[in-house]
């Protein structure tokens, strides 16, 4: 968990899932699920299986599996997902791509090596 007030500056890698209530400059993966709570933000590229998003992204999303945007989530930045969810309120500035083949193949970068 990334606490309310706090501020990483670099890249996150978690092997499970991660909150995030603070703020983070820098990229954020994890081969399971980020949730960004409503006073979170992220500037950087998140890739994760699932995303949850209340908070505030300047950066593309690449997801293997769900990503979902919150009435309160502020997104700026394309989105690759299976599924994409989004509240009545959500504010989406970019393109999202939804292709079954192309999520597959990045499932095993997202997932593997580094």
Do not use: W, Y
Not at 28 to 48: F, R, Y
Not at 64 to 87: H, M, N, P, W, Y
Not at 94 to 101: A, L, P, S, V
Request: overall charge neutral.
């Amino acid at each position: 968990m990334i606490g309310k007030g706090t501020v990483v500056d670099g890249d996150v890698r978690v092997p499970n899932s991660v909150r995030i209530d603070g703020k983070v400059n820098g990229n954020v993966k994890t081969s399971d699920t980020v949730v960004l709570g409503k006073e979170g933000e992220v500037v950087g590229k998140i890739q994760a299986k699932h995303v949850m998003l209340a908070g505030k992204v300047r950066g593309n999303i690449a997801a293997t599996g769900k990503v979902f945007l919150e009435s309160t989530a502020s997104i700026f930045g394309d989105i690759k997902a299976s599924r994409l969810v989004v509240d009545e309120g959500a504010l989406f500035e970019g393109k999202c791509r939804m292709n079954e083949g192309e999520v597959q193949r990045e499932k095993t970068e997202i997932g593997g090596g580094e």
